[in-house]
């Protein structure tokens, strides 16, 4: 399977292809190129690298989550916990914690786990 890149003018690209113009773009950054990554008219080279460093900076920022008010050590891990998850200390289950105090996913395995 050939993994290809959509261009925001449509056209459809390699990786290899990608990588190798995104290399040549950086090597000339005063060289015209007929097109960048976003649009359809002439760019430098530059530009291109301009708009690819800005979608990388896309790509991880859509997938963060919000950013606590707080920057207190305990409030950041359970905001933490509460978006990923822990698990359970007894049956290995995955489980999204009320408070820090929370190791175990059910009153059951609470009771086991200690005992």
């Not at 002439?42 to 896309?58: H, L, N, S, T």
């Not at 920022?61 to 409030?75: A, D, G, I, Q």
Request: a positive charge.
């Amino acid at each position: 399977m050939i993994r290809v890149i959509t261009l925001a003018n449509g056209r459809r690209v390699t990786i290899a292809q990608y990588v190798k113009a995104i290399k040549l773009a950086k090597a000339n950054p005063d060289a015209t190129f007929k097109h960048g990554l976003t649009g359809w008219w002439p760019v430098k080279g530059r530009e291109i690298i301009a708009q690819f460093w800005q979608m990388v900076e896309d790509l991880i920022n859509r997938h963060l989550p919000p950013v606590p008010k707080t920057t207190e050590p305990s409030t950041l891990l359970l905001n933490h916990l509460r978006i990923h998850g822990r698990k359970c200390r007894w049956c290995g289950q995955w489980f999204k914690p009320v408070g820090l105090w929370q190791t175990c996913c059910c009153d059951s395995c609470q009771s086991s786990y200690r005992g």
